[in-house]
């Protein structure tokens, strides 16, 4: 029978989850395990969006939620894992946390679950390892979160498919809540705001023009460059003007040349206005979901 988890932090307006895990994935140069010996639940999200405070799930309703020692504070929020069971294999993408999960067991959601194994099952053998190329659906993604100003700042990083290391607003640092906001305590001023996402692989995007919107997700034409080398620029189409038509006038048989320029492309900066980039890696990269898996 699946479960039914809707467990929010009402001061936050969060999902609540593992605000007292360890962080248990930063081992240098580890390699990327493969689970074993590990297990697959089913269970439904119910009215929530997942202690990753993601306005909605998936389109394709493929996630999946983890215990805490693989939640780590939300530091896996929106990354994606490879799970196979008895029917096959499917990607889902890291949404939620289960606080009663062990290590190694998945809470997948129904439509996942039954990608790989029989519903009647309830709990399938799994194995697992996290996506370090995963493709996101869609490009980058901000959402400024309720009560912010320009005092207080909290931000949501969508779309960015890997663990993110990062997150700087007009070059101020912040620091992530497990309920997977990014943090200014003092606030960034009143914007717009130039936000630089970068990820533990050393991939970085630059977007521009973010708005102090609150509860509003603004989208981007910034991805991260996940599994590509070099670097990448991506700008906003660009509106064209219409030129100015020849005046007439009265005075003279001759049509009159406007002394006006013609109006070209707009270069006015656009909330999807972005930069990406590869940086060289600061620190090895690692696989959350299943780093412990020997």
């Known amino acids: 029978m699946a479960r039914r988890r809707r467990c929010r932090d009402p001061r936050l307006g969060a999902g609540c989850g593992a605000r007292a895990a360890e962080l248990r994935f930063g081992l240098r140069g580890a390699p990327v395990h493969i689970g074993q010996n590990r297990q697959g639940d089913l269970y439904d999200l119910g ?30 929020c929106g990354t994606y894992l490879d799970v196979t069971g008895p029917k096959g294999k499917v990607r889902v993408k890291v949404l939620d946390s289960c606080p009663e999960c062990g290590t190694g067991h998945l809470d997948l959601s129904r439509t996942a679950f039954k990608k790989i194994g029989a519903e009647v099952d309830g709990i399938i053998p799994i194995t697992y390892k996290t996506v370090t190329t995963a493709t996101a659906p869609g490009p980058i993604s901000v959402r400024v979160k309720e009560g912010s100003s320009q005092y207080w700042l909290a931000v949501l990083i969508d779309n960015h498919a890997t663990q993110l290391k990062s997150v700087t607003v007009n070059g101020k640092t912040t620091h992530r809540e497990d309920y997977n906001y990014w943090i200014i305590d003092s606030g960034a001023g009143s914007g717009p705001f130039k936000i630089k996402v970068t990820d533990v692989y050393g991939h970085s995007a630059t977007v521009s023009g973010i708005k102090l919107s609150p509860e509003v997700t603004q989208k981007t034409t910034a991805r991260l460059a996940t599994g590509t080398s070099g670097a990448a620029t991506t700008t906003a189409a660009k509106k064209k003007a219409a030129a100015p038509k020849p005046a007439t006038t009265s005075a003279s048989p001759s049509p009159a040349v406007s002394s006006a320029a013609p109006a070209l492309e707009s270069t006015e900066a656009a909330p999807d206005t972005a930069v990406a980039t590869e940086e060289a890696p600061s620190e090895a990269s690692v696989d959350l979901a299943a780093s412990s898996c020997k």
């Open 47 to 76: 009215s929530g969006t997942g202690n990753c405070s993601f306005p909605s799930a998936p389109a394709d309703d493929l996630f999946v939620a983890l215990g805490p020692d693989q939640y780590s504070n939300g530091a896996a």
